[in-house]
């Protein structure tokens, strides 16, 4: 078992910035992906950025250049700094893990990841 937890997260104005931290725990080293995705009202969620066991990363192209993941030197903890923060931005935002391979074209989908942080709300005011 795996297990995300998600802090971080809360309400800026346009422009700043925001740096969500995702703690795992549990059999890590089954993990091939971990992986940051957001929705907002009324929309489907979405992949922002992923990061395979290799440390290749993939951007949803709305975020390239404003939003970076890392995670750290033991790879329990992944983070999402989101830079230059709009208001189209705002959504719950979850961390997610897949402990298999797929291949970086599904790395983002969020349909293949079976474990998931409890979510935590960004709000970007104009």
């Known amino acids: 078992q795996i297990h995300l937890e998600q802090s971080g997260g809360g309400s800026v104005t346009a422009g700043r910035s925001l740096t969500l931290v995702c703690a795992l725990s549990?059999?890590?080293?089954?993990?091939?992906?971990k992986a940051w995705f957001r929705q907002a009202p009324r929309s489907e969620r979405e992949g922002v950025a992923a990061?395979?066991?290799?440390?290749?990363?993939t951007y949803a192209d709305d975020v390239k250049g404003r939003f970076t993941i890392s995670q750290d030197n033991t790879k329990t903890t992944l983070y999402l700094k989101m830079d230059r923060l709009q208001p189209d931005d705002s959504a719950m935002y979850y961390c997610?893990?897949?402990?298999?391979?797929?291949?970086?074209?599904?790395?983002?989908?969020?349909?293949?990841?079976?474990?998931w942080g409890q979510g935590t709300q960004v709000t970007v005011s104009s």
């Open positions: 997610a893990a897949r402990t298999s391979w797929i291949g970086s074209l599904q790395a983002r989908d969020p349909n293949v990841y079976g474990y």
């Open positions: 549990g059999d890590l080293s089954e993990i091939y992906y």
């Open positions: 990061v395979d066991e290799f440390g290749q990363v």
